[in-house]
């Protein structure tokens, strides 16, 4: 940024559908898929143009994700012994990957998330590829490009300092090592089997005709027999896609939907009518399975939030 002004947001969150819009212009839904109380945290960086980000999670998420149209993001996970899958397919923790803004994309990430990605503008040659997702497999150099971003939020201080002059020079040199970075991924692009395509259409028929059937409570074998699809071509799919089998992903969502509903303020509903509402009929059972996924029983969650009266 020519005048060298910098802004610099850090924020912790104690549930997925709060973090999910510490990104301005992004469109995000984060589901909670590992046991536990969720902590996460947010640090952005942004110089103009150039927004840099490091954005932890402890435990298991789902996430999906639009960047801003007109833009690009480059991804680096800063954990040397678990990658994560970005539309069904596999990013290996020594890899990067770059996605275009505008579109749509799933993460599955692992318990213990740690990444840092830059926004930018896009390329003029940014529609060239023809995969959405762009791994970058340049190893040593990606990381040592991360370690330096690290370097950039930890150096920026959130208010005031003297640091114009470095505001000034830095967003130009990450640009130019994004355009390194980013024609590697271009000239390593191979003919890639259709396996992960396959999983990711597969997946995204399931949960798009989930999504339209609302909370009603579906059986695994209901679900392929409406897509007609046999249940191993789909159990593959979302194994390969998120890490687990359909049952246990389609319980999650709607324990997720609950628990947004009982962190809603606005929704005086008992934990009971929330529980019937998406699909619970045995309380007991509800608040098991609640308390196994988010750390705390449903009347926690409301007692908390003041949501039920």
Same mark, same amino acid.
């Given at each position: &940024?020519?005048?060298?002004?910098?802004?610099?947001?850090?924020?912790?969150?104690?549930?997925?559908?709060?973090?999910?819009?510490?990104?301005?212009?992004?469109t995000q839904r984060y589901v909670q898929m590992?046991?536990?109380?969720?902590?996460?945290?947010?640090?952005?960086?942004?110089?103009?143009?150039?927004?840099?980000?490091?954005?932890?999670?402890?435990?298991?998420?789902?996430?999906?994700?639009?960047?801003?149209?007109?833009?690009?993001?480059?991804?680096?996970?800063?954990?040397?012994?678990?990658?994560?899958?970005?539309?069904?397919?596999?990013?290996?923790?020594?890899?990067?990957?770059?996605?275009?803004? !505008?579109?749509?994309?799933?993460?599955? &990430?692992?318990?213990?998330?740690?990444?840092?990605?830059?926004?930018? =503008?896009?390329?003029?040659?940014?529609?060239?590829?023809?995969?959405?997702?762009?791994?970058?497999?340049?190893?040593?150099?990606?990381?040592?490009?991360?370690?330096?971003? *690290?370097?950039?939020?930890?150096?920026?201080?959130?208010? !005031?300092?003297? /640091?114009?002059?470095?505001?000034?020079?830095?967003?130009?040199?990450?640009?130019?090592?994004?355009?390194?970075?980013?024609?590697?991924?271009?000239?390593? *692009?191979?003919?890639? /089997?259709?396996?992960?395509?396959?999983?990711?259409?597969?997946?995204?028929?399931?949960?798009?005709?989930?999504?339209?059937?609302?909370?009603?409570?579906?059986?695994?074998?209901?679900?392929?027999?409406?897509? =007609?699809?046999?249940?191993?071509?789909?159990?593959?799919?979302?194994?390969?896609?998120?890490?687990?089998?359909?049952?246990?992903?389609?319980?999650?969502?709607?324990?997720?939907?609950?628990?947004?509903?009982?962190?809603?303020?606005?929704?005086?509903?008992?934990?009971?009518?929330?529980?019937?509402?998406?699909?619970?009929?045995?309380?007991?059972?509800?608040?098991?399975?609640?308390?196994?996924?988010? !750390?705390?029983?449903?009347?926690?969650?409301?007692?908390?939030?003041?949501?039920?009266?």
């Amino acid at each position: &940024m020519a005048d060298g002004r910098h802004d610099v947001i850090h924020r912790q969150f104690f549930d997925g559908s709060e973090q999910e819009g510490a990104l301005d212009g992004w469109t995000q839904r984060y589901v909670q898929m590992g046991p536990g109380q969720y902590l996460g945290e947010v640090r952005r960086l942004c110089l103009g143009g150039i927004k840099v980000t490091r954005e932890s999670i402890n435990v298991a998420t789902e996430q999906r994700t639009s960047p801003p149209v007109g833009r690009s993001v480059f991804v680096q996970s800063l954990r040397h012994n678990a990658g994560f899958r970005m539309n069904a397919e596999a990013i290996a923790p020594e890899s990067s990957c770059f996605v275009a803004g !505008g579109e749509e994309y799933h993460a599955a &990430m692992p318990e213990g998330c740690d990444i840092v990605f830059v926004e930018y =503008d896009a390329p003029s040659d940014a529609k060239s590829s023809p995969w959405p997702v762009s791994t970058v497999n340049a190893g040593a150099e990606a990381a040592a490009f991360a370690s330096w971003l *690290l370097s950039l939020l930890m150096a920026f201080p959130e208010v !005031g300092g003297d /640091t114009l002059e470095m505001a000034s020079l830095v967003p130009g040199m990450i640009t130019d090592r994004l355009s390194y970075l980013r024609d590697l991924a271009t000239r390593g *692009l191979r003919q890639r /089997t259709s396996a992960s395509q396959t999983d990711w259409a597969v997946f995204r028929l399931v949960r798009d005709h989930l999504d339209g059937a609302g909370s009603d409570p579906l059986s695994v074998a209901d679900v392929c027999r409406r897509i =007609d699809l046999p249940e191993p071509v789909v159990r593959q799919a979302f194994i390969n896609t998120v890490g687990r089998g359909p049952g246990s992903w389609m319980r999650d969502q709607r324990l997720n939907g609950a628990r947004r509903d009982l962190l809603n303020q606005q929704d005086r509903a008992s934990v009971s009518e929330v529980a019937v509402r998406w699909g619970f009929w045995h309380l007991g059972r509800f608040s098991r399975y609640y308390a196994d996924l988010f !750390g705390e029983l449903p009347s926690q969650t409301a007692t908390r939030s003041g949501s039920v009266s």
